[in-house]
């Protein structure tokens, strides 16, 4: 079996500035195979397949196409070679149709309807070829995020790839999605396509590849046969030491209700219910998860709860005081003055302040506390000292606190707003997507953090698309559905199930292949 | 009366040429994801440069040229800060705005000593109206006449490109190639990037597309509407357009009716000067100079509806680092 591999590269290298995003990478795929790219957050892995899509430009190496050496000047040159790219974040013109986002660089000629005319023959033909459906009028942004997905496929089909690179391609879709988006990769597959998937999730790997390379801090450490491994292994490889995938914790012994919540709803600024009608209550001492694709109400629930955002009608009782949601005017400190803590979904828009500098962010939404402040002027040694004392028991690195946060890396953003709330000593915490975008040293930290606080006898409410991070955490776990709690099932559920109540779909009913419920 | 509204829509129609053509310079630019608030500028060198080289060759398609290759220059001075240094587009703007008003009434003392004017053009350095066929002989027709010999015929060749510069612009923008990358561009310049396109040169060439019908609509205030270029001539057309860039929505046509709009106001204000309203008395003419301004002020104000601009306007393209 000494066929000429569809991509290898040899001894690649690029450097930003002083950082090494890849360092010697050598790298084999197979043509007609699903290769995985493993590798925590700024492992280098997109880094790496930007060069491949001539992106960037190595600082040296070679890059092999069907056994050739070639140098890719620009992705047009990328895409002459039979490469194309779906990109995490879609590289698609929202109030465009899906036809002209295929034709978009490639229209045949100055005018564009013959192009036109062409793409729409050749999307009925790869339609059918890999059952790929899209309506090829639909304006992009009325698409649901799997069919933008499946343009982006088929703009790469259009341009006759025959090598396609999917970066983190299921980080924004239901399992449901997921598993069907891995069917059509099968598919593509046994046309002889070959498919580079990078993702930090193991069970995609396990799932969906055939070979399987493992990035660790800009260094490729090992390629495996995806049935000769496992995800321990893998793990292990990607942090360089081994983790525990499954959070460590005794069962929860919850005590009275802190916080319950009735009735509440929600209209957002379109005059759209996205929160409707939902009663729940959070004990001291467990930690609620809530489960659901993104949009489905759970962020505005949360910044409900938190005082950032109204409520048309509900109560919430915290510590004993009943609040009317519907005709209260608490805003965020307000709720913050009742031991309510927040570590928002979004850090970079609501939690911290990236040009401040990291003993500022530190104290942001506390900052009238007369500990730091005296009314006009801030009390800038103790916010130092704390901020100190902060990154010291978090582990917060680098440790500066006259660093900006811009500078600090997604996991050690998130334990700063992590240490700001918590050691504020809530009675009840509202998480969202503790951690999105944090890398799995980190993760396992705030996960132990967590269960610390719930074995504390606080109360918390998780709130994350990760359904793995759901089950790993919570002691109770409730499904959102278009603004509706669907139902609510044990620590120990089943994964099938509540993907199934996440997708909307009650019994066991076959979902529709098609995404496009809304 | 219905001979009064002809002459008023005759002067309408003079009166939102230059702003037509600076509003689809800007739908150009803005299109393609680059702010533009030097249209202003643009046109004020144009006319300067437009009425230089008209006096002095005594030829206005010389004239012509020359405006829209100062345009162009500046354009492409907009395009090297904020497209290749990737700088602050506004300021690049008004920048450009600034250094046209003074370096054209510096140039204009230093060439023609007569207070930063240029000289009143010769015979042949401005663009005389063009009369259509038999429009002395129709004149006389009621209601047709008037309006084919006043209203169609009897513009410089000029007031005919900006109008045709409309479908022109449609066309372009929603039927080619340039037009769809130009569109993609302000929209989402990492798509365009990453199907292989380079958002360097689109937006280069934009923003020349900008500067030729600015360049236009310069010339047409210093050799085709005017007889030479007097100091700061263009008295914030460039803004009326940019405003009425917005009022468009983007959009070509939207474009002609929003810059006839305000210049309709504008014929209707010269003409209301010194005049009697029944009831009312004379209304003070400072009223109507200022009525085009107070109707912008209140239709952005959100009289029209959202307008959403092309996406990526204004922000510079730079790859992100992953």
């Known amino acids: ?518 | 009366m219905f001979e009064t509204l002809v002459l008023i829509l005759d002067s309408t129609v003079r009166l939102s040429t230059p702003l037509l053509l600076a509003c689809l310079a800007g739908l150009y630019s803005e299109r393609a994801g680059v702010v533009d608030i030097g249209l202003e500028g643009k046109m004020l060198g144009a006319a300067f440069g437009a009425g230089a080289v008209a006096y002095v060759t005594a030829n206005a398609w010389l004239g012509l040229l020359a405006g829209i290759g100062v345009s162009v220059a500046l354009g492409l001075l907009h395009g090297f800060a904020s497209i290749s240094n990737r700088g602050n587009q506004i300021v690049s703007g008004v920048a450009i705005n600034f250094l046209a008003a003074g370096l054209t009434a510096l140039l204009g003392q230093s060439w023609f000593r007569q207070g930063g004017r240029t000289p009143a053009l010769p015979e042949g350095g401005r663009f005389r109206d063009v009369v259509w066929p038999f429009a002395e002989q129709l004149r006389d027709i009621p209601v047709i006449g008037p309006l084919y010999s006043e209203l169609l015929s009897g513009h410089n060749i000029l007031v005919y490109v900006g109008f045709l510069a409309v479908p022109l612009t449609w066309w372009v923008l929603f039927r080619t190639r340039f037009g769809l990358r130009l569109r993609a561009v302000g929209e989402n310049p990492a798509a365009v990037d990453t199907a292989g396109i380079s958002v360097t040169w689109l937006r280069y060439r934009a923003v020349i597309a900008c500067g030729i019908l600015c360049g236009f609509a310069g010339a047409y205030l210093s050799i085709a509407q005017g007889a030479g270029f007097g100091v700061n001539m263009t008295a914030g057309k460039g803004f009326i357009a940019l405003a009425a860039l917005i009022f468009a929505k983007w959009r070509p046509a939207n474009a002609m009716f929003a810059c006839l709009l305000f210049g309709f106001l504008d014929a209707v204000s010269i003409r209301m000067q010194g005049q009697e309203v029944p009831g009312i008395g004379e209304i003070p003419v400072q009223f109507f100079q200022a009525l085009p301004y107070i109707l912008t002020v209140i239709l952005l104000a959100g009289f029209i509806g959202k307008a959403v601009p092309p996406k990526a306007a204004g922000i510079p393209y730079l790859k992100e680092r992953s």
Request: net charge negative; aromatic share 4%; glycine share 10%.
């Open chain 1, 1 to 518: 079996m000494s066929e000429t591999p569809a991509i290898e590269l040899r001894g690649i290298s690029k450097s930003f500035g002083p950082v090494h995003a890849n360092r010697n990478i050598d790298l084999v795929v197979k043509k007609g195979s699903i290769h995985g790219i493993v590798g925590e957050n700024g492992a280098g892995k997109s880094t790496l397949m930007s060069i491949l899509y001539g992106f960037y430009h190595a600082d040296a190496g070679d890059i092999l196409v069907n056994g050739k050496t070639v140098t890719i000047a620009d992705s047009k040159a990328a895409i002459g070679m039979g490469i194309g790219m779906v990109h995490q974040h879609f590289m698609l013109v929202d109030n465009f149709t899906v036809l002209e986002n295929v034709v978009l660089g490639a229209e045949d000629s100055a005018m564009l309807a013959g192009g036109l005319d062409r793409a729409r023959v050749e999307l009925k033909r790869l339609e059918e070829e890999y059952e790929l459906r899209v309506d090829p009028d639909a304006l992009v942004q009325d698409l649901p995020v799997g069919l933008q997905q499946r343009v982006e496929i088929l703009k790469a089909l259009y341009r006759s790839a025959e090598v396609l690179i999917l970066d983190e391609p299921t980080g924004v879709l239901t399992p449901p999605e997921a598993d069907h988006l891995f069917k059509i990769l099968e598919v593509l597959k046994n046309e002889g396509k070959t498919i580079l998937l990078i993702t930090h999730k193991l069970r995609e790997i396990m799932a969906a590849t055939d070979s399987v390379s493992v990035m660790r801090r800009g260094e490729m450490v090992a390629t495996r046969e995806t049935k000769d491994t496992s995800m321990e292994e893998l793990a292990e490889l990607m942090v360089g030491r081994s983790v525990l995938l499954r959070v460590d914790k005794k069962p929860a012994s919850p005590g009275a209700p802190v916080m319950e919540v009735e009735n509440l709803c929600v209209t957002d600024q379109r005059g759209v219910q996205v929160v409707k009608d939902v009663s729940f209550s959070v004990r001291a001492g467990e930690i609620v998860g809530i489960a659901g694709v993104s949009g489905n109400g759970q962020s505005e629930l949360l910044e409900t709860l938190s005082g950032i955002r109204r409520a048309t009608a509900g109560t919430l009782k915290i510590n004993g005081e009943t609040i009317d949601l519907g005709t209260s005017a608490l805003d965020a400190a307000d709720m913050r003055a009742r031991s309510m803590g927040h570590v928002p979904e979004d850090r970079h828009r609501m939690g911290l302040i990236n040009s401040f500098a990291e003993y500022e962010n530190s104290i942001l939404g506390y900052h009238h506390d007369p500990a730091y402040s005296s009314g006009l002027l801030m009390n800038t040694a103790a916010i130092k000292q704390n901020a100190v004392a902060e990154i010291e028991k978090y582990d917060i690195r680098p440790p500066n606190p006259m660093l900006k946060t811009a500078n600090f890396s997604g996991g050690n953003q998130q334990k700063i707003v992590l240490a700001r709330e918590i050691e504020r000593d809530p009675d009840v915490l509202l998480v969202g997507q503790p951690t999105r975008g944090v890398d799995i040293g980190a993760i396992e930290f705030i996960h132990s953090r967590l269960v610390e606080l719930r074995d504390a006898g606080k109360g918390i409410l998780l709130v994350s698309v990760e359904l793995d991070e759901i089950r790993a955490l919570a002691d109770r776990i409730l499904v959102m559905f278009d603004g509706r709690i669907v139902g609510e099932r044990g620590a120990d559920a089943d994964e099938g199930e509540l993907g199934l109540l996440m997708a909307g779909v009650e019994d066991n009913t076959k979902l529709p292949v098609e995404g496009d419920a809304r």
